[in-house]
């Protein structure tokens, strides 16, 4: 490998950094045009599951204003991830070994699918219903009307867990390709694993068991979808591969 002084480095990572923002603003831009009614669409899960004639109403002054611009500059940084990963990839690529390119490669391109899946799967499938569970278990005479703010944070912070959580093949594979661990050990460990999951659904989610058990259950079985792949994957070696 050529060693590149620390400015080139440098300026390699902030040309990176420029395009990522570049990436982010081209898709902000037209996302913000129809804020408004991207706002309404996405909002849909909670209005369909608010009472008649129940709404959501902005306790902030600049709420109307701020919460769909938030909302579009979050869309435009997930669905800018290809890219951004990408822009990674390239920064981190040159310092690679060969074997360690063949494997970031398609993990690379499973940990952007994975994200995105669990994304979705917590704003069309969990996400209506939680809403539906803690509206009906409103207490009698009490008007549900959520703020858009709070609405935008909760339901943002959501999605993010999901989509983390849902890297756990990846991180299994990773593991055992770096020789930290066995699939032997990992499948020995199960239980604790399982115990762990739940852990991290009480930790990323509301608390209550029914949004835990949305999000530990399909992380328990992304565990072994990731340890049963990882019984093909030989750890890297260690010695001085050639890079290319």
């Known amino acids: 490998m050529n ?20 990436a982010v603003l081209l898709i ?12 309404t669409l996405l909002a849909q899960p909670l209005m369909q599951a608010l009472p008649e004639g129940g ?15 938030k909302l579009a500059l979050y869309l435009s940084m ?9 822009q990674c990839w390239s920064f981190v690529s040159p310092g690679l070994y060969r074997r360690e390119k063949r494997f970031a490669r398609p993990l690379l391109f499973a940990s952007v699918l994975l994200f995105y899946f669990g994304a979705v799967f917590a704003w069309f499938v969990v996400m209506p219903l939680l809403f ?3 509206i009906s278990v409103a207490p009698q005479g009490v008007a549900v009307m959520t703020d858009i703010g709070a609405w935008l944070g909760f339901t943002m912070t959501f999605v993010m867990a999901f989509g983390m959580a849902f890297e756990l093949p990846v991180a299994v594979v990773l593991l055992v390709a770096s020789g930290i ?3 032997t050990v990992l499948a020995g460990g199960r239980a604790y694993v399982v ?10 989610t509301p608390p209550d068991i ?27 070696a260690d010695d001085s591969e050639a890079l290319s």
């Open 3 to 22: 060693s590149m002084p620390l400015t080139r480095h440098l300026l390699e990572l902030r040309q990176r950094l420029l395009r990522s923002v570049v």
């Open 28 to 39: 902000f831009i037209p996302l913000f045009m129809f804020a408004g009614d991207i706002y």
């Open 55 to 69: 709404s959501m109403i902005a306790t902030d002054v600049t709420g109307p204003f701020l919460v769909p611009f």
């Open 78 to 86: 997930l669905l800018a991830m290809p890219f951004l990963l990408h």
């Open 132 to 134: 539906a569970f803690f």
């Open 181 to 183: 661990v066995t699939p």
């Open 195 to 204: 115990v762990g999951c739940f852990v991290a659904g009480m930790l990323l």
């Open 210 to 236: 029914i949004s835990q058990s949305l999000l530990a259950i399909p992380m328990w079985v992304l565990f072994e979808v990731g340890l049963l792949c990882s019984r093909w994957v030989e750890p890297m």
